[in-house]
């Protein structure tokens, strides 16, 4: 049997597309950057042009620089970084097709869904806000920040000090950071930090495609 498709918009390296692949999707990414690293079909190009016809669901990641803390520490933020939440918002809830927009706290999406990696023994807390579109209700398990912690920092002295991996800090290594996220294929730190834990989207996945198996 042929795997339903989902195309992935505002792709970046392949963090969201990843987990959805590991549900059963079939997944092509679209990104207006180059992403050599993109481990599915990827088309560079406008995601907010790209054709919508021909997919079995479709997520969406607009960029989220404006809704974070990142956002007083560059003073050119508008001219450097577009903020498509709005028109992202208008163009996928304009179809039928089952859609999952993610972004930040804080940023313009309604958060039907909020996860956090402590939710999948994820050593990153990285909380993430999902809108969900013609797709089924989800619930997810409550955040556990405080017994969460499966490493520990060695350059504390203290052994049963909880630490969480800050991604893309200089003084964590690439492969230490990788491993929080639960990411396994080639990418840079930079990709990384803009990056969700594949585990998210596995998850979203996973109840989207049940559900498009019982509408079949």
Same mark, same amino acid.
């Given at each position: 049997?042929?795997?339903?498709?989902?195309?992935?918009?505002?792709?970046?390296?392949?963090?969201?597309?990843?987990?959805?692949?590991?549900?059963?999707?079939?997944?092509?990414?679209?990104?207006?950057?180059?992403?050599?690293?993109?481990?599915?079909?990827?088309?560079?190009?406008?995601?907010?042009?790209?054709?919508?016809?021909?997919?079995?669901?479709?997520?969406?990641?607009?960029?989220?620089?404006?809704?974070?803390?990142?956002?007083?520490? *560059?003073?050119?933020?508008?001219? !450097?970084?577009?903020?498509?939440? %709005? %028109?992202?918002?208008?163009?996928?809830?304009?179809?039928?097709?089952?859609?999952?927009?993610?972004?930040?706290?804080?940023?313009?999406?309604?958060?039907?869904?909020?996860?956090?990696?402590?939710?999948?023994?994820?050593? *990153?807390?990285?909380? !993430?806000?999902?809108?969900?579109?013609?797709?089924?209700?989800?619930?997810?398990?409550?955040?556990?920040?405080?017994?969460?912690?499966?490493?520990?920092?060695?350059?504390?002295?203290?052994?049963?000090?909880?630490?969480?991996?800050? *991604?893309?800090?200089?003084?964590?290594?690439?492969?230490?950071?990788?491993?929080?996220?639960? *990411?396994?294929?080639?990418?840079?730190?930079? =990709?990384?930090?803009?990056?969700?834990?594949? %585990?998210?989207?596995?998850?979203?996945?996973?109840?989207?495609?049940?559900?498009? =198996?019982?509408?079949?």
């Amino acid at each position: 049997m042929s795997r339903p498709r989902l195309l992935d918009l505002f792709s970046g390296a392949g963090g969201a597309a990843v987990g959805y692949h590991r549900a059963g999707f079939d997944v092509t990414g679209v990104d207006i950057n180059p992403q050599p690293r993109y481990p599915f079909e990827f088309h560079q190009g406008d995601a907010l042009e790209f054709p919508l016809d021909g997919f079995d669901a479709i997520h969406a990641s607009p960029p989220c620089q404006h809704h974070t803390r990142y956002r007083n520490a *560059v003073k050119d933020i508008t001219d !450097r970084y577009d903020d498509n939440c %709005a %028109a992202t918002m208008a163009r996928l809830t304009a179809t039928s097709t089952p859609t999952v927009i993610e972004n930040v706290p804080g940023s313009h999406i309604r958060p039907d869904l909020i996860l956090c990696g402590s939710m999948f023994g994820l050593d *990153v807390m990285r909380h !993430r806000w999902f809108q969900l579109d013609h797709a089924p209700l989800m619930l997810a398990p409550a955040c556990n920040h405080k017994g969460w912690a499966r490493r520990f920092k060695p350059s504390t002295g203290r052994a049963n000090l909880r630490y969480t991996i800050e *991604v893309g800090a200089w003084n964590e290594t690439l492969e230490d950071q990788k491993a929080a996220m639960g *990411v396994d294929w080639p990418i840079t730190v930079r =990709e990384l930090s803009e990056a969700i834990p594949p %585990a998210y989207t596995e998850f979203i996945g996973t109840q989207l495609l049940a559900a498009l =198996e019982v509408t079949r």
